[in-house]
């Protein structure tokens, strides 16, 4: 071959090796570099022409006076793996520069008359210092949302006793109540008809009527409670309209205004009720907690997504302290909310401050916009399936002469 093509070939390899971002470096079987990529002089360790002849360890830790170093023990450490494989790896932390290395020791296949002294292995120098700072962030992200789950699950038995212990006194206090009455109605009939006094027979029969229908009314306040049967046979905008007329009858001194702007058809079926309970517990809030005058309820489509927004004028809380749970009465219904709102594919925010009321905005986005997402992931899906990464090629064999160079290197 022409020697300027194989000067041009020697150029482009070494053009090629300088912009790798790892540190490459060829020592020879004393554990002295040969040659070094530009990655040496952009981590300022030196420059690649004064390299040559300097061991390895001198050369990256310039300052370092550590015998134990873990460059000091590379070779010794990775005796066995290169004497088995021909090549070796290894992860540590270097404190001196502060960066996290994957090191890699390659070592050349054999050849008839190659001197091992003159080159004995490229060592390679992977910064990942980033890498693993994100994979030690994910690993306390897995760890905080486990947390998260085991304190939601302790909330959510929280919450469901509560709400059992609702419905039993609504029971035992209401519809008891009005049953124990019926009972003693009857009772009352059955012995004036016993005893042939039946003006009192028809008086107690006609006091039922009244009592009767107020079991009646209860039984159905619970059962909207639980899950308003309009929900099912009339859609979210007609309960959305019981609701404020049910409250505003209920709470006169509070006004409840609504803005809808949405047709029925706009809203998915599975988001009526998320929409429902969102605005039952966010109104129920500014009832107990916001001492408001008013409540501003609005549904309404936006750029192709479905928002609602509840507003009040009450006097507001820390949104803080509330969020981090030390306000166990705004903290559960706050909770539930997002978890709501988040389960159903929404975005959820939340804004509240002392003086100043409290705002709840949750956005769905368009059915259009969700399909193009899942479309999205399967795409991804099925490359990864026709395209999976390639593994890494074979590692040169074992060089018969390997330990007799590592022993000369760590003899130094």
């Given at each position: 071959?022409?020697?300027?093509?194989?000067?041009?070939?020697?150029?482009?390899?070494?053009?090629?090796?300088?912009?790798?971002?790892?540190?490459?470096?060829?020592?020879?079987g004393a554990g002295r570099m040969t040659h070094a990529n530009r990655t040496l002089e952009r981590w300022r360790l030196g420059e690649v022409e004064w390299v040559k002849g300097v061991d390895l360890h001198?050369?990256?830790?310039?300052?370092?006076?550590?015998?134990?170093?873990?460059?000091?023990?590379?070779?010794?450490?990775?005796?066995?793996?290169?004497?088995?494989?021909?090549?070796?790896?290894?992860?540590?932390?270097?404190?001196?520069?502060?960066?996290?290395?994957?090191?890699?020791?390659?070592?050349?296949?054999?050849?008839?008359?190659?001197?091992?002294?003159?080159?004995?292995?490229?060592?390679?120098?992977?910064?990942?210092?980033?890498?693993?700072?994100?994979?030690?962030?994910?690993?306390?992200?897995?760890?905080?949302?486990?947390?998260?789950?085991?304190?939601?699950?302790?909330?959510?038995?929280?919450?469901?006793?509560?709400?059992?212990?609702?419905?039993?006194?609504?029971?035992?206090?209401?519809?008891?109540?009005?049953?124990?009455?019926?009972?003693?109605?009857?009772?009352?009939?059955?012995?004036?008809?016993?005893?042939?006094?039946?003006?009192?027979?028809?008086?107690?029969?006609?006091?039922?009527?009244?009592?009767?229908?107020?079991?009646?009314?209860?039984?159905?306040?619970?059962?909207?409670?639980?899950?308003?049967?309009?929900?099912?046979?009339?859609?979210?905008?007609?309960?959305?309209?019981?609701?404020?007329?049910?409250?505003?009858?209920?709470?006169?001194?509070?006004?409840?205004?609504?803005?809808?702007?949405?047709?029925?058809?706009?809203?998915?079926?599975?988001?009526?009720?998320?929409?429902?309970?969102?605005?039952?517990?966010?109104?129920?809030?500014?009832?107990?907690?916001?001492?408001?005058?008013?409540?501003?309820?609005?549904?309404?489509?936006?750029?192709?997504?479905?928002?609602?927004?509840?507003?009040?004028?009450?006097?507001?809380?820390?949104?803080?302290?509330?969020?981090?749970?030390?306000?166990?009465?705004?903290?559960?219904?706050?909770q539930s909310m997002r978890e709501r709102a988040e389960l159903s594919g929404a975005s959820y925010e939340f804004r509240s401050a002392p003086g100043k009321g409290t705002s709840i905005r949750v956005r769905?986005?368009?059915?259009?916009?969700?399909?193009?997402?899942?479309?999205?992931?399967?795409?991804?899906?099925?490359?990864?399936?026709?395209?999976?990464?390639?593994?890494?090629?074979?590692?040169?064999?074992?060089?018969?002469?390997?330990?007799?160079?590592?022993?000369?290197?760590?003899?130094?």
């Open positions: 071959m022409h020697i300027k093509t194989l000067e041009r070939i020697k150029q482009q390899w070494l053009f090629a090796a300088d912009s790798m971002p790892q540190l490459i470096c060829l020592v020879d001198d050369a990256v830790h310039k300052r370092c006076r550590d015998g134990d170093c873990y460059l000091r023990q590379l070779w010794r450490r990775n005796a066995a793996a290169l004497a088995k494989n021909g090549h070796a790896e290894c992860s540590v932390w270097d404190p001196l520069l502060e960066r996290h290395f994957e090191i890699r020791i390659q070592m050349p296949v054999q050849e008839a008359g190659v001197d091992t002294e003159n080159f004995f292995a490229v060592v390679i120098f992977d910064d990942v210092t980033a890498a693993k700072a994100s994979q030690d962030q994910n690993l306390r992200a897995a760890e905080l949302t486990q947390n998260e789950l085991w304190r939601l699950s302790a909330q959510h038995l929280t919450i469901q006793e509560s709400e059992r212990r609702r419905i039993a006194a609504d029971l035992h206090d209401g519809l008891g109540q009005t049953l124990s009455l019926v009972k003693m109605s009857i009772e009352e009939a059955a012995r004036s008809a016993k005893s042939g006094a039946e003006g009192k027979t028809a008086a107690a029969l006609e006091r039922l009527g009244p009592t009767i229908k107020s079991a009646l009314a209860e039984l159905r306040r619970m059962s909207m409670n639980l899950r308003p049967t309009t929900l099912d046979d009339l859609g979210i905008l007609a309960t959305l309209s019981w609701y404020a007329r049910e409250f505003e009858a209920a709470c006169p001194s509070i006004k409840l205004e609504r803005e809808i702007s949405v047709k029925e058809s706009d809203i998915s079926e599975l988001l009526k009720i998320t929409i429902f309970r969102i605005v039952q517990e966010a109104t129920s809030n500014a009832l107990k907690h916001a001492e408001a005058d008013r409540i501003k309820v609005s549904l309404e489509l936006e750029g192709g997504s479905l928002e609602l927004s509840i507003k009040d004028n009450g006097r507001g809380f820390d949104a803080n302290t509330a969020a981090k749970g030390r306000d166990f009465h705004h903290g559960l219904g706050l769905w986005p368009s059915p259009e916009a969700v399909e193009r997402k899942l479309a999205a992931a399967s795409r991804s899906v099925i490359y990864l399936k026709q395209h999976p990464p390639s593994a890494d090629p074979m590692l040169p064999e074992r060089l018969s002469q390997c330990n007799a160079c590592i022993n000369r290197m760590t003899e130094q």
